[in-house]
């Protein structure tokens, strides 16, 4: 299983972004997929998770402003992120956890920069 993420770029505070996880391999089902971010200096934080099925969680930052969703027939993940601020400037992760094979799976991170 491989991932890649992509759609990260230079917004101004306000706007908006989405971001794509596409999904290739065969990725068993149960999975959870997931979003992380890391600034410069800082932890890795969980931003958004999607278990198939449609149980879905947000990091306390993201409610309201980010939504995760699913793509199955593209096997994409997608983070939707709305009223950006420089906070959110990021390298942003997906990470998609195969839960019959117990195997989690990283991909290149994509960076969002909001400037003020």
């Known amino acids: 299983v491989q991932l890649q993420a992509s759609g990260g770029g230079l917004v101004q505070a306000g706007e908006s972004l989405r971001l794509s996880c596409a999904v290739s391999g065969t990725l068993s089902s149960p999975n959870v997929m997931t979003w992380y971010r890391q600034a410069p200096g800082m932890q890795r934080e969980l931003v958004a998770r999607d278990r198939t099925g449609g149980d879905t969680s947000y990091g306390d930052f993201a409610q309201g402003r980010f939504i995760i969703s699913r793509d199955s027939a593209k096997n994409t993940v997608y983070l939707q992120m709305n009223s950006l601020k420089p906070e959110d400037t990021a390298v942003y992760y997906c990470?998609?956890?195969?839960?019959?094979?117990?195997?989690?799976?990283w991909g290149p991170g994509t960076l969002v920069t909001v400037s003020s």
């Open positions: 990470a998609a956890h195969d839960l019959k094979a117990m195997i989690k799976y």
